[in-house]
């Protein structure tokens, strides 16, 4: 088991819960404030020491492979305008690692996804990062992932503590404590109610794998609506390997969903000083107009 130097992106969804934006757009790349969520994505991938990233897209998802490609006639314009502080946001988005697309030529589900790069990955522990879930992290979440996989030599999948009558919207993890952050998973269930949830640790899309869960996908049967869920493979590969849950520092956005989204923009902009006080008086004024 070697140093994790390749991750997966799957981007192959209809993202039907941005209708009707997503008609036309990828919603992996839709903005938080000026730059797509994928490219969040990315970054936290490349920030934990990832060199190259398999993205996993579909039919007309182009715009995906575009952007992290040198935009020349984009690129030559912005030389001869001598904006060269745009020429550089524009050209560090290809710079950034090497990105292999693979096209998932049928919506089969998120572990037939993951299956779809296997011939990129091959026999190397890999990370897979999910595209709804923004994670703002001091240490990038998929690098404090890297760091037990490391440790402990198991494939681990990040988790958070979400209150008991959430636990329906979520996979929930359930298991032997190792320690105050750290669970050895016994049983994953998606989206349980309250009464049946294992425990109130989710699993919000960042997981460290081992190659065999390639093998597992291959013998996963497909479950609802035919597809083969990355769930089942990792029960599997909890019985089968081990995996373990480390509950990982940083704030979580849902931007698949439309509030998450709406969550992560006012955040990310109060971040960015330039931004700040103005999106404070924006808030303030629209706060004033509903009292």
Not at 49 to 57: D, F, S
Not at 200 to 215: E, H, K
Not at 254 to 266: E, K, N, Q
Request: hydrophobic share 40%; net charge negative; proline share 6%.
């Amino acid at each position: 088991m070697g140093t994790i130097k390749k991750a997966v992106i799957p981007a192959a969804g209809l993202g039907t819960r941005f209708l009707p934006a997503t008609k036309a757009i990828p919603k992996e790349m839709i903005p938080i404030i000026d730059t797509p969520m994928i490219q969040h994505i990315a970054e936290e991938a490349v920030q934990s020491g990832i060199e190259q990233i398999v993205i996993v897209t579909a039919r007309h998802k182009e715009s995906i492979e575009n952007h992290f490609d040198y935009n020349y006639e984009l690129d030559d314009t912005l030389e001869k305008k001598g904006k060269s502080d745009l020429l550089k946001i524009s050209q560090d988005v290809a710079k950034m690692c090497e990105v292999i697309s693979i096209r998932q030529k049928n919506p089969l589900g998120l572990g037939h996804a993951v299956l779809t790069a296997a011939p990129v990955i091959g026999n190397e522990p890999f990370a897979v990062l999910l595209g709804d879930d923004l994670i703002d992290a001091r240490v990038p979440c998929t690098r404090q992932l890297m760091d037990i996989y490391e440790q402990e030599r198991q494939s681990v999948i990040g988790v958070m503590e979400v209150p008991l009558e959430e636990t329906s919207k979520y996979g929930i993890v359930g298991g032997a404590r190792k320690n105050s952050k750290l669970t050895q998973v016994e049983v994953m269930v998606e989206k349980p109610e309250p009464k049946d949830a294992p425990s109130q640790l989710a699993t919000p899309g960042r997981y460290i794998l081992d190659p065999v869960i390639f093998d597992i996908l291959r013998r996963t049967p497909a479950g609802k609506g035919g597809e083969i869920q990355l769930t089942d493979a990792l029960q599997i590969l909890a019985k089968e390997k081990g995996l373990l849950a480390f509950e990982y520092e940083g704030d979580r956005y849902d931007t698949g969903d439309r509030l998450g989204f709406i969550d992560a923009t006012l955040a990310f902009a109060l971040k960015r000083p330039e931004l700040k006080s103005s999106v404070l008086e924006i808030m303030n004024k629209h706060l004033r107009e509903q009292s």
